[in-house]
């Protein structure tokens, strides 16, 4: 004979798959939602420093950037960020100026270009994968 404990044990997977199926989904789908955004969000930031480099630096926008991250008359936090920008946008162009700069020493992003920053603009801008920038470079919201 089965008693009652028998039978609510033997059913408690069954009860509990629609729960964990529900925690599953519910976090699969923020976790695409958090990439989405924090991909909105970078192809915000390129735009943005491309935009003041694009007003200071006619042209296009990674010939501006390079044009900005050369220049002193910009901050260094405006420069690390046209590099950064650099290696978002991954364009080999930018290459030789990058290496210009990259020693693989120490630095201070408030004094100089930043090693680091430098350091992952060159790995994009030679075909590191960047599955974030694939998003914002072809989403109608991002840095055209």
Request: charge should be negative.
């Amino acid at each position: 004979m089965v008693t009652d404990l028998e039978k609510s044990t033997a059913d408690f997977p069954s009860r509990l798959r629609p729960r964990l199926l529900r925690i599953f989904y519910f976090t699969l789908a923020f976790l695409v939602i958090a990439f989405l955004a924090i991909c909105f969000i970078i192809g915000h930031g390129v735009n943005s420093i491309s935009e003041k480099a694009l007003r200071d630096h006619p042209g296009d926008k990674v010939a501006a950037l390079m044009a900005l991250v050369e220049s002193e008359q910009h901050t260094y936090h405006d420069r690390n960020h046209a590099v950064w920008a650099l290696g978002q946008l991954g364009d080999p162009r930018a290459l030789p100026l990058l290496r210009k700069y990259y020693t693989g020493g120490e630095s201070d992003e408030n004094t100089s270009l930043s090693q680091y920053e430098l350091e992952k603009a060159i790995a994009l801008c030679e075909g590191e994968t960047n599955i974030g920038a694939f998003i914002w470079r072809h989403g109608s919201w991002g840095a055209n």
